[in-house]
Structures are given as C-alpha cells and as structure tokens.
C-alpha cells in the first residue's frame, strides 16, 4: 500500500482495537467490564441504525460470521442490537463492509460532534 494510503486509513481508526475472540470469560463481558456498551449487527434487530442514537461512552461493535451473523449467545450479552436495513437485490453485507458501514453512520457522527 501506498505511504500516501496508510496515513488518511491509520488516522481514521485512530483509538480503535479488534478484540478477537478467546476461551475463557467472553470477549463481550470483558469489554463490558471495561466501560464498553456492546453493540450488536443483527440483520434481525429491531431498531435500525437510523433510529437509534449512538450510545455515550466507549462503544463496541460486534460482529458475528459472515454466514450464520450473531449467535444466540452473543445476542443476548450485547447492550443493544441494531440493523442495517438492506434495499433492493442486497440482503447483507459481509462483515468488513457492516462494520464500515456502522461506523461510517453511527459512531463518526458523534465523533465528529454531531448528535447521533
């Protein structure tokens, strides 16, 4: 990649982490126990990225895999679950571009002062 490329992309994720999953106590209590509110991706949610307003604080967004989404487990441990409505012939995302698309909508406005 382009030196060019890697600056703008390293400054737009600037204060954020992957946290991967691992055994023992699950990743999502740990985040909660550290100050994280645990957002979910659900396709089956029943607010929408566009109704709900950004948590306060230090937020986290979870993922599940590409084909099966969230478990049941997982959806229940997270703070709140949001979708990403899909229009027309596209029924989902896969998950790169879920989680650009949430944080493109939910979390940058609020970073950039914004009341969502």
């Known amino acids: 990649m382009l030196r060019s490329a890697r600056l703008p992309a390293r400054s737009c994720t600037s204060g954020t982490r992957a946290w991967p999953t691992s055994p023992g106590?699950?990743?999502?209590?740990?985040?909660?126990?550290?100050?994280?509110?645990?957002?979910?991706l659900d396709g089956a949610?029943?607010?929408?990225i566009f109704d709900s307003r950004c948590p306060d604080g230090r937020v986290a967004?979870?993922?599940?895999?590409?084909?099966?989404?969230?478990?049941?487990?997982?959806?229940?441990?997270?703070?709140?679950?949001i979708a990403l409505p899909m229009h027309g012939r596209v029924d989902s995302l896969n998950a790169a571009a879920s989680l650009a698309a949430a944080l493109y909508a939910f979390?940058?406005?609020r970073r950039l002062g914004g009341d969502r």
Do not use: M, N
């Open 25 to 40: 106590k699950p990743a999502i209590e740990r985040l909660q126990e550290a100050g994280f509110t645990a957002i979910g």
């Open 45 to 48: 949610a029943e607010r929408t």
């Open 61 to 81: 967004i979870v993922l599940g895999s590409e084909r099966a989404g969230l478990s049941r487990l997982v959806r229940e441990r997270c703070d709140l679950l």
């Open 107 to 109: 979390v940058l406005p």
